[in-house]
């Protein structure tokens, strides 16, 4: 089954980029199909492998942090395509 995650992580500290940072490139080096954009991050594959790859660098990222925030949004599909139509 294929999926498409959606990360917003918000470091709740002064020094909020090293963490934000370190995720993104952990995310890169995946071998998932990874997007970026100001607000968020994408990230494309099939659920199992999207899952373990998560599951480790959500807990990397968090314990980098002494308070943060993790916002994830998950579609049964993956959207990594997506071309809007208007």
Known sequence: MEISVELTLTPLQDDFEPPIINFIKSLRTSGLTV???????????????????????????????ERGLLYMKIVKSNRSDYEPHF
Not at 37 to 62: C, H, I, R, W
Request: net charge negative; charged share 25%; glycine share 4%.
């Open 35 to 65: 997007l970026e954009n100001p607000l968020s991050t994408q990230v494309f594959g099939d659920y199992d492998t999207v899952m373990q790859v998560l599951q480790k660098e959500m807990k990397t990222a968090l314990e980098a942090m």
